[in-house]
Nanobody
Framework: QVQLVESGGGMVQAGGSLRLSCAAS????????MGWFRQAPGKQRELVAA???????NYADSVKGRFTISKDNAKNTVYLQMNSLKPEDTAVYHC???????????????WGQGTQVTVSS
């Protein structure tokens, strides 16, 4: 199995910063991509940012210029640096990974349990 464990959420005032981390562990041959999604109450889960094994990044328009995604391949860990936070960034943030568990297996998607980010005005 594969586990994703997130950390770094919390409460911050508008304009502040937080850094989220997500570490993947278990039976992992390679990780094609990792990303962060968020879900606010009453809203659908949305992509925040993603990064491929080769380092290509993708961001939601609402976070471009404020959030930065990065990764440490050796540690199977992805980070999300969130600056200039706004109240509308308040949500549960979930880590996602596309994992190949062996050379011959198909890629599978795994999710972390989520970490709460609350931005007060």
């Amino acid at each position: 199995q594969v586990q994703l464990v997130e950390s770094g959420g919390g409460m911050v005032q508008a304009g502040g910063s937080l850094r989220l981390s997500c570490a993947a562990s278990g039976t992992i041959f390679s990780i094609a991509a990792m990303g962060w999604f968020r879900q606010a109450p009453g809203k659908q889960r949305e992509l925040v940012a993603a990064i491929t094994n080769g380092g290509t990044t993708n961001y939601a328009d609402s976070v471009k210029g404020r959030f930065t995604i990065s990764k440490d391949n050796a540690k199977n860990t992805v980070y999300l640096q969130m600056n200039s936070l706004k109240p509308e960034d308040t949500a549960v943030y979930h880590c996602n990974a596309d994992v190949y568990r062996s050379r011959w297996s198909r890629g599978e998607k795994y999710w972390g349990q989520g970490t709460q980010v609350t931005v007060s005005s």
